[in-house]
């Protein structure tokens, strides 16, 4: 049987190996098998010299919703797959303060690219997109990272 990847496990895991995403409020508030959810409060730990949230624990916010969404699935397919982000990108829209969440929708997209990774023993790739949005549904960040995955060897 196959353990399930929860929010409490996820944020037991930050605590655990990325103290400093935890210690600045990143916390997962749902994980599906098509999504994931991350939430962020800009305090005093985690803003810029500007009264806002710094952008790389923006970023933690965001990779952490692909990531989550991309081991929730290599566990799923019963095989052992490495995971790394190769590349990333973003931008930045509107001043980050108050709570901030980050959502990736795109299961589907990860499917695919695992099914053709085992399907074909090459390493592939999946671009995969988190947009952060404030309590007045205004978008304030958008982040794209590049997932690879590859099949460990035996």
């Known amino acids: 049987m196959i353990m399930t990847i929860s929010p409490s496990k996820l944020n037991t895991f930050l605590f655990f190996k990325l103290p400093s995403a935890y210690l600045c409020g990143v916390r997962t508030k749902s994980i599906t098998d098509t999504a994931c959810v991350v939430s962020v409060k800009h305090r005093w730990i985690n803003q810029n010299p500007f009264n806002s949230m710094f952008w790389a ?5 965001a ?4 990531g989550a969404l991309v ?11 490495s995971m790394l982000v190769a590349n990333n990108n973003a931008a930045f829209t509107k001043k980050a303060t108050g709570r901030i969440q980050f959502s990736c929708n795109q299961g589907e997209a990860i499917d695919h690219a695992i099914s053709k990774a085992i399907e074909t023993g090459e390493g592939q ?22 997932w690879t995955i590859k099949l460990k060897s035996k």
Request: proline letters at 0%; aromatic letters at 8%; hydrophobic letters at 40%.
């Open 63 to 66: 990779e952490l919703t692909t």
């Open 57 to 61: 624990v923006q970023g933690m916010a």
């Open 125 to 146: 790739t999946v671009w995969l997109n988190s947009k952060g949005i404030n309590t007045d549904g205004v978008q304030v960040s958008d982040f794209n990272f590049e």
């Open 71 to 81: 081991m929730t699935k290599i566990r799923a397919s019963g095989k052992k797959i």
